[in-house]
């Protein structure tokens, strides 16, 4: 009989633990998560260099950038790995998992050899816009060759998921939305309005038209902009002050306090754009957006990305060493808090998935490192094609031999050459011999025979991930590091030098591995990392692989 009881008591007491575990872990975000997460956050910040998540974090708070590093998977080692590294192409590469060879999107514009005429990446004169009676909103992503992540997550859910994209760039939302998203939003300084296009949908939907009713813009701009700490603070950044920063529209020195005042001829809905009130107006609307549409609330998951544009604008004027610089990321830290803190309250934390990444990094500005007798400078562009017009005419007599330049690279007269009988190989040694008399420049590269550059393989390989056939041009220059075509003050980016390639990936959420990595991952991996956690097909056009060691 005893025999008999022992098990019946130990069968007892383990189905009493068991249940009192199942309870325990009922109740506990961390242990029950849902199978698939409820929303997918992809955060892209325009010009984000992968150091400002360190430059800065004395001064983040604890639920923004932070909350990401430090309770998510942090790829520290993240590159591109084409040139040029411009919006365009970055915002495609993340979200096709693809490089421009394939995607298309071999820069912010091109020259179509075809028509004559410059081409911007996501221009559609067959739509119309939505939301507003300017032209900004002739925009689709007809020019975009592939799939995106949100593509798939559409086919495979069977167009019951919901992607959304919210960015004040028209390309900066138009890329990453695909081509069968619910929606893309992005900012027309002239009405001072989020719009779209008829590509997407004929009418607003109401909470976006109530929204842009409020008038948030104007109420943003009329506060002016002042540091978000006292100014004696900003101890990562040069004195405020600088003759290499750029002025902003309607001011008389690139310093605080901005006042951002109404005056005639400025439009202050443009300007915007180059102060951090243009990433908290991102951010309000993605709020908005996140409320309205209830996005994660529907049995599949649904899927928002939201590119903060005004770093771009703002490291573009005052470059990574400004204060103004430093206030954007402080301030876009807390906005970033902002998104997380309202998921937490309405999905629940961990029930959603986030990652951040950026289009392309920055070079400092020049100004400011020949003040500390760094080697640096800005190519005269028009001296340098006008030296090369010369010379190719010396060479083989009259004509226009090159119709346009853009993206550091040339594009040739075809019907010239064939008149001529001139190869491009005669040309190519004829403009290389011309540049590299500069000292400006590094390599010139026949886009047409690359096994006989002489840039080096690993660069080389990122001219090739880089180059479409039928959208680039025929000659690529390369400028020695930290040089670039630009201006006398502020900065820009789009080589294939670390400071342009170096972006942060940061994974935090659903089924994310607490951890880091100084392994090398590239933009291209993104995408599938993303469809590995979904368990759906990864874009059309990818190349990249899935980054181990994230998932859970
Ligand atoms: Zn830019």
Redesign the pocket.
């Known amino acids: 009989m005893t025999k008999k009881l022992i098990p019946f008591f130990l069968l007892f007491f383990i189905i009493t633990s068991l249940s009192a575990q199942k309870k325990k872990a009922a109740t506990s975000h961390e242990t029950v998560l849902p199978d698939k997460p409820k929303l997918v956050v992809g955060i892209v910040v325009?010009?984000m260099r992968y150091d400002f998540l360190y430059r800065y974090s004395e001064k983040y708070t604890a639920g923004g950038f932070k909350r990401l590093m430090n309770q998510g998977f942090n790829c520290r080692n993240n590159h591109y790995d084409y040139a040029p590294t411009?919006?365009a192409a970055g915002h495609a590469a993340i979200f096709t998992g693809s490089i421009p060879a394939i995607n298309g999107m071999i820069g912010n514009e091109w020259f179509n050899q075809k028509t004559g005429k410059s081409v911007y990446c996501v221009e559609d004169t067959a739509v119309k816009t939505v939301g507003s009676d300017s032209k900004a909103g002739l925009m689709s992503p007809k020019n975009l060759l592939v799939s995106t992540i949100t593509d798939q997550l559409r086919i495979a859910n069977n167009f019951e998921s919901k992607t959304i994209v919210i960015a004040l760039k028209d390309r900066g939302s138009i890329l990453p939305a695909g081509h069968t998203a619910n929606a893309a939003y992005w900012f027309d300084s002239k009405n001072g309005a989020w719009i779209t296009s008829t590509f997407y949908m004929t009418e607003l939907p109401q909470w976006a038209k109530d929204f842009n009713a409020s008038k948030m813009p104007q109420k943003y701009m009329a506060k002016g902009w002042e540091t978000l700490l006292p100014m004696d603070q900003y101890t990562e950044s040069t004195a405020d002050n600088q003759i290499y920063e750029s002025k902003l529209s309607g001011e008389k020195t690139p310093s605080f306090p901005h006042e951002l005042a109404a005056q005639a001829g400025v439009n202050l809905l443009e300007v915007i754009r180059t102060t951090p009130f243009g990433n908290t107006l991102t951010k309000d609307f993605a709020l908005a957006a996140i409320k309205n549409e209830n996005l994660g609330k529907s049995p599949k998951t649904d899927f928002l990305t939201v590119s903060f544009s005004s770093t771009?604008y703002v490291g573009?004027s005052f470059g990574p060493n400004s204060v103004e610089a430093e206030d954007t990321y402080l301030r876009l830290d807390r906005d970033i808090e902002e998104i997380l803190t309202t998921l937490d309250n309405t999905l629940g934390k961990n029930n959603y998935l986030v990652f951040l990444s950026a289009d392309h990094g920055v070079a400092d500005v020049p100004g400011f490192w020949q003040s500390q007798k760094l080697p640096t400078g800005i190519l005269d562009r028009s001296g340098a094609i006008t030296e090369v017009k010369t010379a190719l005419k010396t060479a083989f007599g009259e004509g226009e031999f090159i119709r346009a330049e853009d993206n550091y690279q040339l594009y040739l007269n075809n019907i010239l050459l064939q008149a001529k009988k001139l190869t491009y190989a005669q040309i190519h040694a004829v403009v290389r011999e011309t540049m590299l008399k500069r000292d400006d420049v590094s390599d010139v590269i026949d886009l047409h025979n690359l096994t006989n550059s002489t840039l080096p393989d690993y660069q080389l390989n990122f001219v090739k991930n880089g180059l479409n056939p039928r959208r680039s041009g025929d000659i690529m220059f390369v400028l020695n590091p930290s040089w670039f075509i630009g201006y006398k003050t502020g900065t820009?980016?789009g080589t294939l030098y670390r400071y342009d390639t170096h972006v942060p990936l940061l994974f935090y959420g659903w089924k994310v591995k607490v951890g880091e990595t100084t392994l090398r991952t590239n933009i291209s991996d993104i995408a599938p990392t993303i469809a590995d956690f979904l368990d759906i097909l990864e874009p059309n056009g990818s190349i990249g692989n899935v980054i181990s060691g994230v998932k859970n």
Do not use: R, S, Y
Request: net charge negative; aromatic share 0%; hydrophobic share 10%.
């Open positions: 325009d010009q411009v919006t771009d573009h820009t980016h």
